[in-house]
């Protein structure tokens, strides 16, 4: 079994979107909606309205003569119901 929700993502812009109940996961590349919305209300105990997801792709870096690709990878924007929230940070 594969580990679906690898960390949540915090920075200024995911804080800002954790006070309209929006927060944001580092998922793995081949998960689904569905199977997104199964792990963060097994993880965190709460109820999901919905699941955004992007897909961010490698960005090209250029050292010396060659490049090279860093990773692509997905996150998942996900909103739960009102007066539920999620402790992302760490203590």
Same mark, same amino acid.
């Given at each position: 079994?594969?580990? /679906?929700?690898?960390?949540?993502?915090?920075?200024? *812009?995911?804080?800002? &979107?954790?006070?309209? $109940? *929006?927060?944001?996961? &580092?998922?793995?590349?081949?998960? $689904?909606?569905?199977?997104?919305?199964?792990?963060?209300?097994?993880?965190?105990?709460?109820?999901?309205?919905?699941? $955004?997801?992007? $897909?961010?792709?490698?960005?090209?870096?250029?050292?010396?003569?060659?490049?090279?690709?860093?990773?692509?990878? *997905?996150?998942?924007?996900?909103?739960? *119901?009102?007066?539920?929230? /999620?402790?992302? &940070?760490?203590?």
């Amino acid at each position: 079994m594969r580990m /679906i929700i690898k960390k949540p993502i915090i920075s200024e *812009k995911t804080m800002e &979107l954790s006070k309209i $109940n *929006k927060y944001v996961f &580092l998922v793995d590349r081949q998960a $689904n909606t569905c199977e997104i919305k199964k792990g963060i209300k097994s993880i965190y105990k709460v109820d999901v309205e919905s699941v $955004n997801i992007i $897909n961010q792709k490698g960005k090209v870096k250029k050292s010396g003569r060659g490049a090279s690709r860093r990773p692509s990878s *997905k996150k998942a924007v996900v909103t739960i *119901k009102k007066g539920q929230t /999620i402790d992302v &940070l760490p203590k």
